[in-house]
Antibody
Framework: EVHLVESGGGLVKPGGSLRLSCAASGFTFDTYIMTWVRQAPGKGLEWVSSISSGSTYIYYADSMKGRFTISRDNANNSLYLQMSNLRAEDTAVYYC????????????WGQGILVAVSS | QSALTQPRSVSGSPGQSVTISCTGTSRDVGGYTYVSWYQQHPGKAPKLMIYDVAKRPSGVPDRFSGSKSGNTASLTISGLQAEDEADYYCCSYAGTLEVFGTGTKVTVL
């Protein structure tokens, strides 16, 4: 059974940094694209970043470029999101999601982790 | 990249059908056959309901169906049930990025 468990969230001051982790199990991690998606309180889903199975291809939403860095450790079945220069508008629940075998969708999602940016 | 446009809410009685539209552009919905739909109950993670415009993952009831015409994709829920009450989001591949819809709240009357 596929499990995705996010960790590392919490309260951080504007301008601060935070590193999210996603521990994956139940599938061959190094075969699939992995993605971060976020959802601000009471708002819709927003794609953040995706990384290919071997980390060759990495993509970011424009508003995250230069501030967020996605990475993965296939040996430890883990996905990461390093966030820096955080702003109040980055406050959201962050989900990690597994890519499908076709790479065209996200078939499993973690339960999400809250990041709150406030002074 | 702007969010795809969905109606804010739709409603129907049990047993009825409802359709949610998802309007984008030729750079996203209209340019690819990679539209997905996700269901999200309050406080829960999104769940994949439809992918590649019209494919259903195993375990998703066949009451859920997807289609696309031009720059607009649609999700139809037939035989509406109480447990279908949730938020629904479309999502489209758009080259080197993805874009989600604004979300639609489905209410079962």
């Amino acid at each position: 059974e596929v499990h995705l468990v996010e960790s590392g969230g919490g309260l951080v001051k504007p301008g601060g940094s935070l590193r999210l982790s996603c521990a994956a199990s139940g599938f061959t991690f190094d075969t699939y694209i992995m993605t971060w998606v976020r959802q601000a309180p009471g708002k819709g889903l927003e794609w953040v970043s995706s990384i290919s199975s071997g980390s060759t291809y990495i993509y970011y939403a424009d508003s995250m470029k230069g501030r967020f860095t996605i990475s993965r450790d296939n040996a430890n079945n883990s996905l990461y999101l390093q966030m820096s220069n955080l702003r109040a508008e980055d406050t959201a629940v962050y989900y990690c999601a597994k890519g499908s075998i076709t790479g065209t969708t996200h078939d499993y999602w973690g339960q999400g982790i809250l990041v709150a940016v406030s002074s | 990249q702007s969010a795809l446009t969905q109606p804010r809410s739709v409603s129907g009685s049990p047993g009825q059908s409802v359709t949610i539209s998802c309007t984008g552009t030729s750079r996203d919905v209209g340019g690819y056959t990679y539209v997905s739909w996700y269901q999200q109950h309050p406080g829960k993670a999104p769940k994949l309901m439809i992918y590649d415009v019209a494919k259903r993952p195993s375990g998703v009831p066949d009451r859920f169906s997807g289609s696309k015409s031009g720059n607009t994709a649609s999700l139809t829920i037939s035989g509406l049930q109480a447990e279908d009450e949730a938020d629904y989001y479309c999502c489209s591949y758009a080259g080197t990025l993805e874009v989600f819809g604004t979300g639609t709240k489905v209410t079962v009357l």
